[in-house]
């Protein structure tokens, strides 16, 4: 973030526009694709903006080395990682502290949403590449790694879904570019949700708001999270598609659970009940005709 002010700085309140066209609570365009890595349990590939970003999951699998096993629960592990070329200026390839500290709250993030009870003394590993950015990555990995584990089949309270909020150039926005990260006002704030809940699972905030300011922009992250959601749960289901027919089943099964139990009995057509007697008879007495010949 810059604190020089620049001189060709765009007029929001007067413009009503970003320097990318967008409105003040639009999102840049989001696309997901889950399956896309074969040799990974689960993987996804979002494209958010600019932001190009692969995820990988690996597991429930053994936790090593084994003194960082939790007998309670899986240990959830995120390595978040940023290609050298994804930044205009190259980036060193060894992890910094930046890479550390995202990938750690990314870690903690999912752990609320995954069942991780169910999997005590093992590891859940989640690997976030950011191949091109431009602000946002962190929300965008998050947001890919949970579609990952979902097309890992870990069994999960919900998707996280995140965007990013904040303050540039005068205005209270949503999904903020590199441009607007850099203004001299600029105020970021990761948040990442949990939509059928409401449970917030990442807030950050670099820069400070009014807390009027934070009583409109609140709201506005909550909404552009449900729509990040609705996109995830697209990518999924076109990965995993409900037919009619399976459709129809679950909703039988869940109709049959509540319908009282039925007694099974053969209802025999009028003509075979009258019928099934007269047989008989004639059967018995050709039988008595055979015994009386043998006396004979």
Known sequence: MSGRPRD????????KKRVDGRKMD?????????GVLPNADGSAYLEWGQNKVYAAVFGPREALPKHTQNPMKAVMKVTYRMATFSVPE????????????????????????????QFPNTEIAVFVEVVDSNAGSRVACLTAA????????????DLVAATGIGKAFGELIVDLNKEEEDAPDAV???????PNTGEIVLLQMDGLLTK?????LAPM?????????????KALQEKFP???????????????KDAPAKTESKVVPAKEAKTAPAKADKKEDKKADKAKKVKK
Not at 188 to 194: E, K, T, V
Not at 222 to 229: F, G, Q, S
Not at 242 to 256: M, Q, R, T
Request: charged share 35%.
């Open 242 to 256: 409900i037919s009619e027919l399976s459709e129809a089943n679950v909703e039988a099964e869940v109709a049959g």
């Open 212 to 216: 009027e300011e934070w009583a409109k």
């Open 8 to 15: 060709d700085a765009p007029d929001y309140k007067k413009e």
């Open 26 to 34: 639009e999102l840049r365009p989001l696309s997901i694709k889950v």
């Open 90 to 117: 190259r980036k060193q390839p060894r992890p910094n502290r930046r890479d550390m500290e995202i990938s750690k709250v990314l870690g903690e993030a999912l752990d609320k949403a995954v069942f991780t009870e």
């Open 146 to 157: 949970s579609c990952a584990l979902a097309n890992a089949g870990i069994p999960m309270r």
């Open 188 to 194: 970021d704030i990761p948040i990442a949700i949990m």
């Open 221 to 233: 992250g909550i909404k552009a999270c449900k729509a990040v959601y609705e996109v995830q749960k």
